[in-house]
């Protein structure tokens, strides 16, 4: 199976307090990521993701954008 890509959908501007406006994450959270080197955990990890969303709101773009960068990549979306 391939490498789950990043959450990242490469839109990068770090506005609403830190967050990145297309994906969410932190500067800090994004390098976190990259880190992270087993399947599970980059799974728990977009789990929290999807919760800090929701939490946060305005980011009901970002599911398919990165299902379509999993698409690209020819992996399963993980979401």
Known sequence: MSKIPS????????KREGHCIGCSM???Q????????????QHAFLDM???QQ????KYSHWAD???????????????
Do not use: N, Q
């Not at 976190?32 to 599970?40: A, D, G, I, R, V």
């Not at 929701?54 to 709101?57: R, T």
């Open 7 to 14: 959450p990242c959908i490469d839109v990068c501007k770090f």
């Open 26 to 28: 932190t500067k800090a």
């Open 30 to 41: 994004k390098s976190m990521f990259k880190k992270l080197k087993k399947e599970e955990h």
């Open 49 to 51: 993701l999807v919760h």
């Open 54 to 57: 929701k939490g946060l709101g």
């Open 65 to 79: 954008a990165y299902a379509r960068r999993c698409a690209r990549k020819g992996v399963k979306c993980p979401i």
